[in-house]
């Protein structure tokens, strides 16, 4: 974030002193357009030479899209890392809601012995009928 301030600073600056052929006072420890009472007039003129105002230019476009390409990677990992703390807390809560459900009773084996016929009850099974001859 102060990369991004400090670069805001750098173009405006760049854009207000190529700009500027206008007389700056600096009154105390700050810096006006328009004359204070003990003020003192400085020279804001732009000493480079205009091959290195194009440069300080370029490098200052191509910090603006660095900066721009970093803040879209950290939007995506703030965006990864809220959709990764949801799922985790979906996943938490349906944990929960599981553990806090009631278990159904187990069956005994007492339903299933109405249909079934005991051992000793049972009729044998058919014998198998012989061949006549």
Do not use: F, W
């Not at 009773?105 to 001859?133: L, S, V």
């Amino acid at each position: 974030m102060k990369t991004l301030s400090h670069l805001i600073a750098v173009v405006l600056l760049c854009l207000a002193t190529a700009t500027s052929a206008q007389t700056v006072y600096r009154c105390g420890n700050s810096y006006s357009q328009q004359p204070c009472p003990g003020g003192n007039a400085v020279d804001a003129s732009d000493p480079r030479s205009p091959e290195q105002q194009k440069a300080a230019q370029q490098g200052a476009q191509h910090e603006r899209r660095v900066a721009d390409a970093l803040e879209k990677q950290r939007v995506k990992e703030e965006e990864a890392a809220v959709r990764a703390a949801q799922q985790a807390d979906q996943a938490q809560r349906a944990a929960a809601a599981k553990a806090s459900r009631k278990p159904k009773p187990e069956k005994t084996g007492n339903q299933h012995a109405k249909n079934k016929i005991p051992a000793y009850k049972a009729q044998p099974a058919p014998k198998p009928k012989q061949e006549q001859k």
